[in-house]
Nanobody
Framework: VQLQASGGGLVQAGGSLRLSCAAS????????MGWFRQAPGTEREFVAS????????DCAESVKGRFTISRDNAKNTVYLQMDSLKAEDTAVYYC???????????????????WGQGTQVTVSS
């Protein structure tokens, strides 16, 4: 699976962005999809994930109620809608695909089989 993330940029605190991750190659619907992020000097952390069908989602406590993950299997694309952005959301955001927890519970970056290249999100306060 090849993953191409897009949609990052510079936004003011309180604003919104929508990230997209387009997949190609192997069957997209065989994989759970996740978003992870990494700020300078920190480890990569889980943000949100969605099961192969879209029925199950998981979300980090730090973004719960502000970020929403969704997928469109017909378009081979996963989205991350980010609202009420805060300065601490500033990071490089990576999309990933994981087969092990394809029905839900995909929260560990070590369970990822494929990674996208990352897209920078910068939130100014």
């Amino acid at each position: 699976v090849q993953l191409q993330a897009s949609g990052g940029g510079l936004v003011q605190a309180g604003g919104s962005l929508r990230l997209s991750c387009a997949a190609s190659g192997r069957t997209f619907s065989n994989y759970a999809m996740g978003w992870f992020r990494q700020a300078p000097g920190t480890e990569r952390e889980f943000v949100a994930s969605i099961s192969w069908s879209g029925a199950v989602t998981d979300c980090a406590e730090s973004v719960k109620g502000r970020f929403t993950i969704s997928r469109d299997n017909a378009k081979n694309t996963v989205y991350l809608q980010m609202d009420s952005l805060k300065a601490e959301d500033t990071a490089v955001y990576y999309c990933a695909a994981g087969r092990k927890y394809f029905s839900g519970g995909y929260v560990d970056s070590r369970d990822s089989d494929y990674w996208g290249q990352g897209t920078q999100v910068t939130v100014s306060s």
